[in-house]
């Protein structure tokens, strides 16, 4: 399964734009980049997803490099409620083997 | 319309016991997925269940099982439970397997089981 690494903290200051970063670097061709995230004691929450080109959705905007090897999820402003854990997630051929790993942990100050 | 539905939402079982938790999709979806999160290895994929067949299973042992009925409702189990399967059960549905269909990945807010 292709592996994504992230950092495992992040912070961020209310109403300033926030930039979480994605490593995947033996990603295939054919696999899509999810992100997703976790608030407290609530199931993950789809947050956005993309191929190749950049994608924009209500909740967020999904950066991808040319290469494929990095992405970026892009908050535009922070709220207390994107206080969460973040997911950055490789899907293989099929859709299968939804690996989660360790995460994000971004913390959002007033 | 209703989001993922996962009952129990907390159970408390004795070591050795056998559990049975319940997860209804949301409608219309026929995928089923379940993962086990607990703190030292957070998210964990158990299986994947559509159109009541199993597509998947992550590596876990044969004491964790799971069924998917025409509904597409389903149920995991869990037999002669360890103290170390005390955990987060989520589950997820999606409109189907494939991979254009993931972005429609719902969560539960999950069956918080103690082992005691």
């Known amino acids: 399964d292709a592996k994504t690494t992230q950092p495992n903290s992040m912070e961020s200051n209310e109403e300033e734009p926030v930039h979480l970063p994605c490593n995947h670097s033996?990603?295939?061709?054919?696999?899509?980049i999810h992100w997703y995230r976790q608030l407290p004691s609530q199931g993950p929450e789809y947050v956005i997803h993309?191929?190749?080109s950049n994608v924009n959705n209500r909740m967020a905007s999904l950066a991808i490099a040319e290469d494929r090897k990095s992405s970026t999820l892009i908050l535009h402003r922070a709220t207390l409620r994107d206080a969460a854990v973040y997911y950055c997630?490789?899907?293989?051929?099929?859709?299968?083997?939804?690996?989660f790993g360790p995460g994000t942990r971004l913390s959002v100050l007033p | 319309k209703a989001g993922v539905t996962q009952t129990p939402r907390y159970l408390i079982k004795t070591r050795g016991q056998q559990v049975t938790l319940s997860c209804s999709p949301i409608?219309?979806?026929?995928?089923v997925s379940w993962y086990q999160q607990t703190p030292g290895q957070g998210l964990q994929f158990l299986f994947e269940?559509?159109?009541?067949?199993?597509?998947n299973k992550g590596n876990f042992p044969g004491r964790f099982s799971g069924r998917q009925f025409s509904n597409s409702r389903s149920e995991m189990n869990v037999s002669t439970l360890e103290l170390g399967d005390s955990a987060l059960y989520l589950c997820?549905?999606?409109?189907?397997?494939?991979?254009?269909?993931?972005?429609?990945?719902?969560f539960g807010s999950g069956t918080r089981l103690t082992v005691v």
């Open positions: 269940y559509f159109s009541e067949t199993q597509r």
């Open positions: 997630i490789l899907s293989d051929n099929y859709g299968q083997n939804f690996v």
């Open positions: 997820a549905s999606s409109p189907g397997p494939d991979r254009e269909e993931r972005y429609g990945y719902t």
């Open positions: 033996t990603i295939s061709g054919t696999d899509y």
């Open positions: 409608s219309g979806h026929r995928s």
């Open positions: 993309g191929l190749t």
